[in-house]
């Protein structure tokens, strides 16, 4: 069974960094895309990130390519997501999830609007002054 735990969300002014942590498990890593989403009240969900776990590929939405940041720990046990230079437009509850089974080689950008099928319960990060 795929379980996911979010951490690492708190309060931080603009201009300051953050660091998610996703600890993932119940899943084989080659088969699944591990993605970060986030939804700020009154918005849609949005796509912010995705990693392959079949070829480690990587997409990012524009609004944050450039100061957020993907990445798998070398035990494949999590996804983290750092983020830098962050903007009050970043608040939001952020979730990991997985989608899977499956290829998921050569990630492209629609990867970002896809459904995944495995939810974190989400952490909420506020940027403000």
């Known amino acids: 069974q795929v379980h996911l735990v979010e951490s690492g969300g708190g309060l931080v002014q603009p201009g300051g960094s953050l660091r998610l942590s996703c600890a993932a498990s119940?899943?084989?890593?080659?088969?699944?895309?591990i993605g970060w989403f986030r939804q700020a009240p009154g918005k849609e969900r949005e796509g912010v990130s995705i990693?392959?776990?079949?070829?480690?590929?990587?997409v990012y939405a524009d609004s944050v390519k450039g100061r957020f940041t993907i990445s798998r720990d070398n035990n494949k046990t999590t996804v983290f997501l750092q983020m830098d230079s962050l903007k009050p437009e970043d608040t939001a509850v952020y979730y990991c999830?997985?989608?899977?089974?499956?290829?998921?080689?050569?990630?492209?950008?629609?990867?970002?609007?896809?459904?995944?099928?495995?939810w974190g319960q989400g952490t909420q990060v506020t940027v403000s002054s």
């Open positions: 990693f392959s776990g079949s070829d480690g590929t990587t």
């Open positions: 999830a997985a989608e899977g089974p499956g290829y998921y080689h050569k990630l492209a950008p629609i990867a970002l609007k896809w459904n995944f099928d495995y």
């Open positions: 119940g899943f084989t890593w080659d088969y699944y895309a």
